[in-house]
């Protein structure tokens, strides 16, 4: 049995959530009166997420809203950094369920907005380390997978867990381009102990706002220790299985994209260095940082992955 | 032959001056930080992109005028040499800012990532292209032999387009489209002219 080691603050340096509501009350009053209940206010109001802190937070700066929606890949929007911000706005995320099945006793359905209002949202900040050797820092707003997954009821022999985005290639042309650069849809899996794991959530927003849908409106996967392309965008199916499920990049190219795909500077992809990455939001002159094992997350993750050699199960 | 006048009377830096109007753009840009949340990747991107489109350019001058018959051969100095600056500044982009002069990360990029180790290739192949750009090396090679030398062109544009191409994730249009159009260009020199052949007769 792996043994978690996260941190685990003192009690007493815990902030107890009355004190957080009402801190929240007070700033929400205070901007109420500096803005004088103009309209801005109150679309302000609708767009903020009520969220709670969470030591699993890294105390890095996060990266800009500006910078985390505007230069990222979601290539059923194109393959270039920009495209996903000019051409997401198309996506409707509304009505929006995930269907829940494989083996689970309990299938079913959620809701994005049980999802927004039956649990208590975290504000995450984690560092984001894409394959493509750069990262930044993302402040998400999410829940821990394993508290959705619960209720399902998992079946003794669920041992991985997929998952898939949407396809609707009506909103999202990369899908419908006539020339496919994935093979849509894209899908995901993860072991059911990373699942499980208190570091991954299912994110519904950063910077504490909704997701922009180019970060994968309504709601998307965010596994800090893996490399980017691991989190998967605007789920709409979540299954288990007891087969290691597919995943778009391992199945396009398995020489360079394993199934783990855990961070990790000493196994290089093969066509370039993961020794080191470019920390986005530095300007041209940002100095290179070194790539930590695991994103530095080894602490908390290290442990799920004993006795294996991560060199072969890159 | 009919030779539209805006082909002849364009003067020979007019090309330099708008053909590198795309570097100032991409570094006035980079220094002022509007070049978005990733300015090196563009800086360094943009540069290349540039460099390959110069090259093909600089390619398409001999089909041009064999199948077209519009005659650009007056400029051809001037795209490779302008094709040379942008390679070299895409260089010095990768080895300065991208690479920040770890000469040990630089030396092991060259050795084991193919992409590298053929942009290097294709950059070593140039610059004995670039010195010899002048009328002196000409009459010192002699013509036959200034023209075997600048046959290296061709490998040159095709590890460029093969740099490219090695890059990317998955199979985006960009990179292909690049190499067929290089190979495209490379290809028809094969064909032998009915024209010439008839008048040589």
């Known amino acids: ?314 | 032959m009919a030779q539209s006048k805006l082909w002849t009377a364009t003067p020979e830096w007019a090309v330099y001056a708008v053909g590198l109007v795309p570097a100032v753009d991409l570094f006035v840009r980079a220094f002022s930080n509007a070049l978005g949340a990733d300015p090196l990747r563009v800086l360094e991107n943009g540069l290349g992109e540039w460099a390959l489109r110069f090259l093909i350019a600089g390619l398409a001058v001999t089909p041009l005028l064999r199948f077209a018959r519009i005659n650009l051969v007056k400029y051809r100095r001037a795209l490779g040499l302008i094709a040379f600056i942008y390679v070299v500044l895409h260089l010095l982009t990768y080895l300065a800012l991208d690479k920040q002069f770890f000469w040990g990360e630089i030396g092991k990029d060259i050795i084991k990532r193919p992409y590298i180790t053929i942009g290097m290739v294709a950059f070593l192949m140039l610059v004995p292209l670039a010195v010899t750009s002048n009328r002196y090396s000409i009459r010192k090679l002699g013509s036959a032999g200034w023209r075997k030398l600048h046959r290296l062109v061709y490998p040159a544009v095709l590890a460029g387009a093969i740099h490219y191409l090695l890059l990317v994730k998955a199979w985006p249009p960009e990179p292909i489209i690049y190499l067929l159009i290089v190979l495209v260009l490379l290809g028809v020199r094969r064909i032998k002219p009915a024209r010439c052949v008839r008048a040589a007769a």
């Not at chain 1, 996060?62 to 996506?91: M, Q, R």
């Open chain 1, 1 to 314: 049995m792996p043994v978690y080691r996260y941190p685990a603050p003192p009690a007493s340096e815990i902030t107890p959530k009355s004190a957080i509501l009402n801190r929240r009350a007070f700033m929400a009053g205070a901007a109420g009166l500096a803005l004088g209940g103009s309209a801005l206010s109150s679309s302000a109001e609708v767009m903020k997420l009520k969220t709670v802190p969470s030591a699993f937070s890294t105390d890095e700066k996060p990266n800009s809203l500006d910078d985390i929606s505007g230069y990222c890949n979601f290539y059923e929007f194109g393959t270039g950094k920009g495209d996903p911000a000019e051409y997401a706005g198309k996506l409707t995320t509304r009505p929006w369920t995930i269907e829940v099945g494989g083996l689970v006793n309990n299938p079913g359905v959620i809701d994005i907005e049980d999802l927004l209002t039956d649990y208590t949202l975290e504000d995450r900040i984690y560092r984001l380390r894409c394959v493509e050797a750069w990262s930044m820092v993302v402040p998400w707003v999410g829940i821990p997978l394993a508290s959705i997954i619960d209720k399902f009821e998992l079946q003794g022999s669920a041992k991985y867990v997929a998952f898939e985005t949407l396809v609707r290639p009506s909103e999202m042309w990369a899908q419908d381009a006539g020339y496919r650069v994935l093979p849509w849809p894209y899908v995901e899996g993860l072991r059911l102990d990373e699942a499980m794991h208190p570091l991954t959530i299912l994110a519904v927003g950063l910077h504490g706002e909704v997701l922009p849908n180019q970060n994968g409106a309504p709601v998307r996967l965010v596994v800090p220790w893996k490399y980017g392309f691991k989190s998967i965008k605007s789920i709409v199916k979540i299954s288990f299985t007891e087969e290691e499920p597919p995943a778009t990049w391992n199945i396009q190219n398995p020489r360079e994209y394993g199934f783990y795909s855990n961070v990790n500077p000493t196994v290089d992809h093969p066509r370039w260095s993961q020794a080191s990455e470019r920390r986005i939001g530095g300007g041209l002159f940002a100095k290179r940082v070194e790539t930590q094992m695991f994103n530095g997350y080894g602490d908390q993750v290290a442990s799920l992955y004993d006795g294996m050699d991560l060199k072969k199960l890159f």
